[in-house]
């Protein structure tokens, strides 16, 4: 298994407040992703990293942030928070040598009430 | 704009028999990679198999295979000698070989049950 780690891995908050998920690797992968997972929709492209300090939007980038100020690194801040953003959401990692082939992290489940 | 089509929302297979996923997908391009991934309940999303649009062999990963069809715009997915532990969400992924680095698409995916 890709060395990916999510934390936290479960939280509850209320809208409006400020949230930041984080996703580590120990792989030293160059791209980093941030998905999230509803119902109906698959999963959903929210931000990637292509280096540090090197960020994109992707599908479903309105309300969210990134930084990555470490390779290893990657924060997802919601800034404040909606019930529509309630998701599982998902890191992933790629390689230079096979930037096509993503691999997730376990996953957190988030609630906005 | 690229898009992908998993047509059946669930299926079922006994054990040890083989069961066969769809999934169709949409794109003007000629080069680009597409995947199955495996969700099982723990809801990590596990990468099963990945296949190259220019290579016209099927890939195969233990009992996976698929059956790629370029032309038909066809990718999918073949268990063989089912396993209670394969039952899973099974979702079908695109992503382009030149542009956005971040460009993966999804299918909605299928529930597959195992029966014992």
């Known amino acids: 298994d890709a060395g990916i780690t999510q934390s936290p891995r479960h939280k509850v908050t209320e809208t409006g407040t400020p949230v930041t998920l984080r996703c580590h690797q120990t792989?030293?992968?160059?791209?980093m992703y941030w998905y999230r997972q509803d119902p109906g929709h698959g999963l959903r492209l929210i931000h990637y990293s292509y280096g540090v300090k090197d960020t994109d939007k992707g599908e479903v980038s309105d309300g969210y942030s990134v930084s990555r100020s470490k390779t290893e690194d990657f924060l997802l801040t919601l800034e404040s928070a909606t019930s529509s953003q309630t998701s599982v959401y998902f890191c992933?990692?790629?390689?230079?040598?096979?930037?096509?082939?993503?691999?997730f992290g376990p996953g957190t489940r988030l609630t906005v009430l | 704009a690229q898009t992908v089509t998993q047509s059946q929302p669930e299926m079922s297979v006994q054990e040890a028999e083989t069961v066969t996923l769809s999934c169709t997908y949409d794109t003007s391009e000629s080069d680009y990679y597409l995947f199955w991934y495996k969700q099982p309940p723990s809801r990590q999303m596990i990468l099963v198999i990945r296949q190259e649009a220019y290579k016209q062999q099927n890939a195969t990963e233990n009992r996976f295979s698929v059956n790629f069809q370029k032309a038909a715009k066809s990718f999918s997915l073949k268990i063989s000698d089912s396993q209670l532990g394969d039952a899973a969400m099974y979702f079908c992924a695109y992503r382009s070989s030149g542009g956005s680095q971040g460009n993966l698409i999804f299918g909605k995916g299928t529930k597959l049950s195992v029966k014992p």
């Open positions: 992933a990692i790629s390689e230079v040598r096979r930037e096509d082939t993503q691999y």
């Open positions: 792989e030293n992968h160059r791209y």
